[in-house]
């Protein structure tokens, strides 16, 4: 399974659509303080399917959703798009390509989409589980998470050996 | 559920031990399960040492070593279960230029497996990028992707 | 008590607006006195927004944002009661080169009345020091004293 | 009041004698990872009178003193001295020089001393709190310091505008 394409529009600081397409090899992501790079990392573990606003820097799942600037309005939604290639049929659907959508509106619902079709939040988890990729594993990390994975309590790393399991 | 807890832990823990000498160039590592009432609960203690010095717990390390510690057990752990994909934002920020380019060195012996996605404002990890993509905030408050070229980029 | 934390709070707080659009080159910030039941212990709360965006609260800023409203902050309580010397031990590890440009223009300003002792892995601010103090571990283990040029640094 | 010369021995890594003299502007202390560079940010901490070893990184304050490497045994004694020029009588003392020094030996005891003459540590302190120098104030930040500053508890910040005050 590879990566092929983020998509996302209305995800707090992408107020316009906004596209990375991911190649082999290490993709560099670069840009001035406060431009929004953290906010891709965080779209990511998003359209995953994290159900904890602790991980995404908010109170509540609603501020996800562009909030507006100096001269725009705020939006009414938010929407990820994450694509996959499938050819080696990792993840557990007879399609070449996977993408899975998540979008969440301003009076809180919210909907989860495989290759364009509605499904529930359900059916993205057990897509990704087998691949081990629930959205708070140890293949999305940033320097909080370090800190958690050196903490002087043994037992905050445990989590890390059983999505190893 | 605790043998595979078991089999793991004792598979990470080889990996984690060969891959500290790796990114410390020497040293030694080990972690250690500690038994908690519930074996299902049991943590996981982590003792470092760095070339030279006496094998200690890992909140005596500075906060560079500490940062590579973390980056060794988390490879250690990929070796175990491989992801597709790994995402990093700016855990490169504290290393200095000679862990900078162990670091790059270990993520690129991992490239068949794994794609890697680095968020990062150093300029030495920009340069061992295959490719690198930009975000500004042109008009103040909205993100959008720009063109890179390494030569002109404001880390 | 309450009335010389009152006062202090208003001028560190007229000072703290100012820096906040100094360092960020715009945009505005605040600080408010939360009442807790007691006034002797009431917090601060900080409210920050870089150009163009909205004010919140300063755990939605970005990592490089929040480091550079601390350092208003700090610089904000110098210009109330300065002190002789100050260290700051690698605060500039999160920010962009643009942003290591105007924290090292405010050191500047701050130096008639403060000496400064920066650690860095940043060319940018090594560059911009008046001395560089070298450190090493030749032994494994016993850090010594080293002279330093700055084309050599290894960063 | 200015900052004059550092040395210490004993402390943490420093093994042997160090000294460091401060000029005027800033001084940049670079070095590899692990070589020392935050020791020395601590050993001024130590030196000024902090009683928390929380503070410097460790569990017991026994554990400043330097613990051994591969080739060289433990010590028995950290020790470190912060000359500072006195000239515009800034301190409460008729000293153009004034010298801070303390110890520490491995069964516990602590010495502090004044220009060379053995005091109470509440005379360091009381030397020093005019000019606001404590061991915990502003003027010493390190990086887990800012995430303090900029804690979601607003109490978190408080003791900064008391120092101030
Ligand atoms: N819902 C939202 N609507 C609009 N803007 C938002 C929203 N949520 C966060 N932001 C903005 O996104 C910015 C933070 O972006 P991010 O953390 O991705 O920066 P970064 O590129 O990682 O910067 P750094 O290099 O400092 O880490 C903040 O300034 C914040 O105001
Ligand atoms: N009591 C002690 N005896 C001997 N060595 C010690 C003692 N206490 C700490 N150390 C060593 O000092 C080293 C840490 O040094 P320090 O934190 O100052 O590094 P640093 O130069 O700040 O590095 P970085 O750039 O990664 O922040 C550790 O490797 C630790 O083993
Ligand atoms: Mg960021
Ligand atoms: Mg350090």
Known sequence: MRLKRLQMIGFKSFADAFELNFQEGITAIVGPNGCGKSNVAEAVRWVLGTQSPNELRVDRMEEVIFAGSEERKSLGMAEVTLELDNRDRTLPVDFDEVSITRRLFRAGESEYLINGNKCRLMDVTDLLVDEGLGSNGYWILERAMVETILSNRPEDRRFLFDQAA | ?155
């Open chain 2, 1 to 155: 559920a605790t043998l595979r807890f078991e089999r793991t832990f004792e598979d990470v823990r080889g990996n984690f031990r060969e891959l500290f000498m790796r990114l410390f160039g020497g040293g030694q590592a080990d972690i250690v399960a500690v038994d908690a009432e519930d074996p299902l609960e049991s943590g996981v203690r982590i003792l470092a040492s760095p070339r030279g010095k006496t094998l200690k717990n890992v909140s005596a390390l500075s906060d560079g070593e500490r940062a590579l510690t973390a980056v060794a057990l988390l490879f250690a752990l990929y070796l175990v279960k491989p992801s597709p994909f790994c995402l990093l934002d700016e855990l490169d920020a504290p290393l200095d230029d000679s862990n900078i380019d162990r670091f790059v060195d270990l993520l690129r012996s991992f490239m068949e497996k794994t794609q890697f996605i680095v968020i990062t404002h150093n300029k030495r990890t920009m340069e061992a990028a295959d490719i690198l993509y930009g975000i500004t905030m042109q008009e103040s408050g909205v993100s959008t992707a720009t063109t890179v070229r390494l030569e002109e980029v404001e880390a």
